[in-house]
């Protein structure tokens, strides 16, 4: 068993760390459950009062190798006693990495560029395509969350993102992604896929100045509530692009490193992009992101126009190389589908039976249950949503939520399937009992 609760949720040395953070910390953090961490190990998290707990967050689909891999740590360790940092300096390990990256990818990406965050390697996509095509508009899809810097947020389809703090940037505008469960174009039956294929032209013919460059989409919509497209739709817009000679920008960000059960999301559909925007999973934990790209598209730069303070850094990327030695050893990519899988069918036995639970979807170790008022309707129920999280964390699993109303499915993808039905038994008991 890895849950042990020792002390009432929150716990008193919780309450005190908490009462210093209202006091200093600034209040526009997400909420998350009623603890203050202290160490973790695997899918393991204890908290300041020595309680412990299954992670189904992975610290927002970072931790991939599971928290505190132990030859992540000797890595990092080993690396910070060499060399920190040398600006973009070449190194072994960053040369070394890059080879690696590109050999994982698909054949037209070539070269690979490294910088710090998501946000830092989207918005490296979106100048090379730019920089490439000598044009300046790039369209996205409603949902789509692409990070908080000016560029990505001026990406951004869903409000949340930008409001407050506009107004964006020109040059970029949204269309309707497919969401299976949730028409965009509401009551409308029939090919969700075909109707967002077919209104592609019309977006053009009513927003583009005719200075497209290029288009970028997410394998999956995480921060929208883990939309997964139809299969075919990704292959079919790539060919778009293609016919309208626009830039394919894929951002696997948080769908990379084995979270859907490939190590590429791209795999599903063995997708050919221009450019793939990896983070998260990269560094397990540590602040490193890579942009992989064709070297016909990156050519086009020249000396300095592109570069990082910290992008690939000695110690993150003799990091990277820890993490992917630790893929090919633990064989993470089949355990993540293994589970994953294992969870799904758990899951959807749970939804017949609970008349919150309106829709259980995702692919791998990434999912979204979505909670709702009545499962015709599909009315999103944030107020219930908060209660699942508060008394999953009640009874040892930690769980957090996007759009309001749809919990995040993505623990660590060392999990094994005891820690994964120890995970279940909570969120069924607090369903059921809900």
Request: hydrophobic share 40%.
């Amino acid at each position: 068993m890895v849950v042990n609760i020792k002390t009432p949720i929150p716990g008193p040395n919780t309450q005190k760390y908490k009462a210093i953070s209202e006091k200093y910390e600034a209040h526009c953090l997400n909420q998350q459950a009623p603890i203050v961490w202290d160490h973790a190990q695997g899918v393991t998290v204890w908290d300041v009062d020595g309680n412990s707990f299954i992670d189904w967050t992975s610290g927002v689909l970072v931790t991939n190798v599971g928290h505190a891999h132990p030859k992540l740590a000797e890595a990092i360790s080993k690396q910070a006693k060499r060399l920190l940092n040398c600006y973009d300096s070449p190194t072994i390990e960053r040369i070394t990495c890059a080879e690696r990256m590109v050999g994982l990818a698909p054949e037209n990406l070539d070269n690979a560029f490294f910088a710090t965050v998501g946000s830092e390697a989207v918005d490296a996509a979106v100048r090379v395509a730019k920089h490439f095509t000598g044009k300046f508009e790039i369209m996205s899809f409603y949902g789509g969350f692409h990070g908080r810097t000016m560029g990505t947020m001026s990406l951004a389809g869903k409000m949340g993102t930008k409001k407050g703090f506009g107004p964006v940037m020109p040059g970029f505008f949204q269309v309707p992604f497919p969401d299976p469960y949730r028409n965009p174009f509401g009551s409308c039956d029939g090919d969700v896929a075909g109707q967002c294929l077919e209104f592609l032209d019309v977006a053009v013919k009513a927003q583009s100045t005719g200075s497209l460059a290029g288009l970028i989409i997410e394998p999956y919509q995480g921060a929208a509530g883990f939309i997964f497209p139809p299969d075919g739709f990704l292959k079919s817009l790539e060919k778009w692009c293609k016919d309208h000679e626009i830039i394919f920008i894929l951002d696997e960000v948080q769908s990379s490193f084995g979270r859907t059960g490939k190590f590429l999301a791209l795999e599903w559909e063995s997708l050919r992009p221009n450019l793939v925007s990896i983070g998260k999973g990269i560094g397990s934990g540590m602040p490193i992101s890579c942009l992989l790209a064709e070297s016909r598209i990156m050519g086009t730069l020249g000396e300095g126009e592109m570069s990082s303070t910290w992008g690939g850094n000695p110690i993150c990327t003799a990091a990277t190389h820890a993490i992917l030695d630790i893929f090919e050893e633990e064989k993470l990519v089949d355990n993540a589908l293994n589970i994953g899988n294992h969870m799904k069918k758990r899951l959807l036995k749970i939804k017949d039976t609970c008349r919150y639970l309106g829709d259980v979807r995702g692919r791998g170790l990434v999912m979204g249950l979505d909670i709702v008022k009545d499962k015709k309707t599909k009315e999103r129920d944030p107020e219930t949503t908060r209660k699942i999280i508060n008394e999953c964390c009640q009874n040892g699993l930690l769980i957090g939520a996007v759009s309001g109303n749809v919990i995040r499915v993505a623990p660590p993808l060392v999990i094994t399937k005891d820690e994964a039905d120890e995970s279940l038994d909570i969120m069924e008991k607090v369903l059921t009992n809900l």
